[in-house]
């Protein structure tokens, strides 16, 4: 049976903390670290990880696809995985988490 991936509940994202003040987090979706986009929020680049993985891959649409990686460290790269017939392969697609300053702060290079 084909997994209908646009409508399946998404695995629940750790709660991570907030950056500090001047800065923000973004998220980077990837291919064999070949970026794929940047975004706000980290299931839309889980999104663009699992649609390109399925552009390249159709017939990993009878799989499952999950995410493994380490919430205590939050900005180390989370691993799409995809489960076929019981075994488990990694696709290739990451995402990163990115901290980036929402401006320039001249003392920060002094």
């Known amino acids: 049976m084909a997994v209908d991936l646009t409508h399946r509940p998404q695995r629940p994202t750790t709660t991570q903390p907030e950056p500090g003040p001047g800065f923000v987090f973004v998220y980077r979706a990837a291919y ?4 794929l986009g ?8 889980r999104a663009h990880c699992e649609a390109d993985a399925l552009n390249q891959r159709p017939d990993w649409k009878a799989g499952s696809f999950d995410w493994l990686g380490d ?40």
Not at 38 to 45: D, E, G, H, L, S
């Open 32 to 35: 064999l670290s070949i970026p």
């Open 71 to 110: 919430p205590s460290e939050p900005d180390d790269p989370y691993e799409l995985t995809i489960t076929r017939g019981g075994d488990e392969d990694v696709t290739g697609h990451t995402v990163t988490r990115i901290t980036v300053a929402t401006a320039y702060d001249p003392k920060a290079d002094a």
């Open 38 to 45: 940047t975004y706000t929020t980290q299931a839309a680049a």
